[in-house]
């Protein structure tokens, strides 16, 4: 089913795809031209200030930490078994507090404060798959996903491995709503690069726009005449995320964020297997059918 949208844009590229030769055909339809925005970088604004009060040490009952030591060995046992990484003497590290919230936060680390891992105190009358989901993200911030900035793509690779770890243990996953456009690009960078991991625990502030821009660098991507790929993309993914800009259709900004994410996945070499299950979690729905066509300053979506 076809959708037609027009817009008026400030400034506008349009562009033909180029796919790794060896996989074309598999990365590619036949129909594959893109709308892009040229979005301003002044959204970059890094981790807003909450309202947390009330912080103290955290003492768990039985059942709690019976359950955190489950959810621990659940994160040992993935990174060891699908990156060959040992991360027990990071969680042995952890020490828990405990804090109140008015914005309905349910954990946080303080990059000042390292070693705490902070649950807000409603947590513990709370479901017990919002208590795993945040407990196991918030310990992945904790190790080392997590850059001081608070980017949007970090939340979403964090997210997608929370959601990898629990569901790996049989212990499901529930995810918040807030990242799933975050969350299903975290999946596709996982899916390609392979050092990721080591990216993020390896390093004490890693940048993962830094990494995507110098990725693509070298990548003909007219859309963007400027060497701050990572950048465009956390700004796109942070007002996905969070709604703030509001005089542009969402569906545009998603549109860009996946070719980006689609271009930085395909500079790793992925196999068909790979590709295949990218192609499964693309952002838009109708990303490889997408055609323009021109009509004076007008551009039709169809």
Same mark, same amino acid.
């Given at each position: 089913?076809?959708?037609?949208?027009?817009?008026?844009?400030?400034?506008?590229?349009?562009?033909?795809?180029?796919?790794?030769?060896?996989?074309?055909?598999?990365?590619?339809?036949?129909?594959?031209?893109?709308?892009? +925005?040229? +979005?301003?970088?002044?959204?970059?604004?890094?981790?807003?200030?909450?309202?947390? =009060?009330?912080?103290?040490?955290?003492?768990?009952?039985?059942?709690?930490?019976?359950?955190?030591?489950?959810?621990?060995?659940?994160?040992?046992?993935?990174?060891?078994?699908?990156?060959?990484?040992?991360?027990?003497?990071?969680?042995?590290?952890?020490?828990?507090?405990?804090?109140?919230?008015?914005?309905?936060?349910?954990?946080?680390?303080?990059?000042?404060?390292?070693?705490?891992?902070?649950?807000?105190?409603?947590?513990?009358?709370?479901?017990?798959?919002?208590?795993?989901?945040?407990?196991?993200?918030?310990?992945?911030?904790?190790?080392?996903?997590?850059?001081?900035?608070?980017?949007?793509?970090?939340?979403?690779?964090?997210?997608?491995?929370?959601?990898?770890?629990?569901?790996?243990?049989?212990?499901?996953?529930?995810?918040?709503?807030?990242?799933?456009?975050?969350?299903?690009?975290?999946?596709?960078?996982?899916?390609?690069?392979?050092?990721?991991?080591? =990216?993020?625990?390896?390093?004490?502030?890693?940048?993962?726009?830094?990494?995507?821009?110098?990725?693509?660098?070298?990548?003909?991507?007219?859309?963007?005449?400027?060497?701050?790929?990572?950048?465009?993309?956390?700004?796109?993914?942070?007002?996905?995320?969070?709604?703030?800009?509001?005089?542009?259709?969402?569906?545009?900004?998603?549109?860009?964020?996946?070719?980006?994410?689609?271009?930085?996945?395909?500079?790793?070499?992925?196999?068909?297997?790979?590709?295949?299950?990218?192609?499964?979690?693309?952002?838009?729905?109708?990303?490889?059918?997408?055609?323009?066509?021109?009509?004076?300053?007008?551009?039709?979506?169809?």
């Amino acid at each position: 089913m076809s959708m037609t949208r027009k817009i008026m844009l400030l400034t506008i590229a349009l562009m033909f795809l180029t796919g790794c030769s060896a996989n074309k055909n598999i990365w590619e339809s036949d129909n594959q031209v893109r709308i892009f +925005l040229n +979005l301003k970088l002044d959204s970059l604004n890094g981790e807003t200030e909450n309202n947390f =009060f009330n912080q103290k040490d955290l003492k768990l009952d039985d059942a709690f930490a019976s359950q955190i030591k489950k959810l621990k060995k659940a994160m040992i046992d993935y990174f060891s078994e699908e990156y060959a990484v040992d991360i027990t003497d990071k969680l042995d590290q952890q020490q828990l507090r405990s804090f109140e919230s008015n914005y309905g936060t349910y954990g946080y680390v303080n990059p000042d404060e390292p070693q705490y891992l902070y649950l807000n105190v409603d947590l513990f009358d709370a479901d017990a798959d919002l208590f795993n989901n945040t407990y196991v993200h918030e310990s992945l911030h904790q190790i080392g996903f997590r850059a001081h900035n608070c980017y949007s793509i970090d939340e979403g690779i964090t997210d997608a491995l929370t959601d990898l770890v629990l569901i790996k243990a049989g212990i499901g996953s529930f995810p918040t709503p807030i990242y799933a456009d975050a969350r299903t690009l975290g999946y596709q960078i996982l899916e390609a690069d392979k050092d990721i991991v080591n =990216f993020y625990l390896d390093s004490d502030n890693p940048d993962i726009t830094e990494r995507i821009s110098e990725t693509l660098k070298d990548v003909n991507m007219p859309f963007l005449k400027r060497n701050d790929t990572g950048e465009m993309l956390e700004v796109l993914l942070d007002n996905l995320t969070y709604e703030t800009i509001s005089n542009i259709d969402p569906y545009y900004m998603a549109l860009q964020a996946q070719e980006i994410v689609r271009a930085y996945c395909q500079t790793f070499q992925p196999t068909t297997e790979e590709i295949s299950s990218i192609r499964k979690m693309y952002l838009v729905e109708d990303y490889e059918n997408v055609t323009i066509k021109q009509d004076g300053d007008m551009f039709i979506i169809q």
